[in-house]
């Protein structure tokens, strides 16, 4: 691996009930939590949920990198940038790069990130990359619930629980496990409150994982893994 560069994005679609003018999305990173995105029906966690504190980098074989301590430069309250640099255990030092836009349309609230991993020298091992990620409303007693587009041209619903539910797209390099997916994203929401798409980029395989706490507060991760041991 010379360079990658994915995408990740996460679309908030706002729900019929009426919200006040002021209530703008902003996008916030804070050391504590991350970077967090405030809507008014919901606020996401881009950074973290009830199992993982941060993004992490796996090296297969030889352990896992959480990114934290990035260096941060916002403008203002749409746009956010961050790098961080990890030692892998193959003694190569990784520059990653992150790069989110907000943006709001149409009722609906966008973040797009641009996430890019550059090491200094060819990994040897597998590098799996782990987005966690949770979404919490406290404005229903709705349940959660989740849709995947499933590779058979179905679409399929569930009621959110504890129990972790799984759907991977599988191209390339794929950890194979869960339900096989026609596109790396899933449809989540709850009830009259508001509605959101958690998406990857189609050029990698991705598994998607989400579950949620008391059948309310999504709880979710995004895994991807480079083949780094066979494609340099």
């Not at 991350?34 to 008014?40: A, D, F, I, M, N």
């Not at 030889?62 to 990890?86: C, F, I, R, W």
């Not at 399929?156 to 026609?182: H, V």
Request: aromatic share 6%; glycine share 6%.
């Amino acid at each position: 691996m010379k360079r990658c560069t994915c995408v990740f994005s996460l679309v908030c679609l706002l729900a019929s009930r009426a919200h006040a003018v002021e209530d703008v999305p902003s996008l916030v990173w804070q050391p504590t939590a991350g970077v967090v995105l405030r809507t008014p029906p919901a606020t996401v966690h881009f950074d973290r949920n009830d199992k993982l504190a941060s993004p992490v980098l796996r090296f297969v074989p030889g352990g896992e990198v959480p990114l934290q301590n990035p260096q941060v430069s916002q403008a203002d309250a749409t746009h956010l940038k961050m790098s961080y640099q990890v030692a892998a255990p193959t003694g190569a030092t990784i520059r990653v790069l992150r790069d989110l836009s907000l943006a709001s349309r149409d009722g609906e609230t966008e973040l797009v990130e641009l996430f890019q991993i550059t090491p200094d020298k060819p990994l040897t091992v597998d590098l799996e990359i782990e987005r966690p990620f949770a979404i919490g409303s406290g404005k229903s007693d709705a349940p959660a619930s989740a849709v995947f587009p499933l590779y058979n041209g179905w679409a399929k619903a569930y009621a959110l629980a504890n129990e972790t539910i799984c759907g991977e797209y599988r191209l390339g390099n794929p950890l194979g496990t869960g339900e096989r997916l026609a596109l790396p994203v899933v449809q989540l929401g709850v009830q009259e409150t508001w509605r959101a798409a958690v998406c990857s980029d189609c050029r990698f395989a991705t598994l998607l994982q989400i579950a949620a706490t008391n059948g309310q507060q999504i709880q979710g991760s995004l895994r991807y893994q480079y083949a780094c041991s066979r494609v340099p």
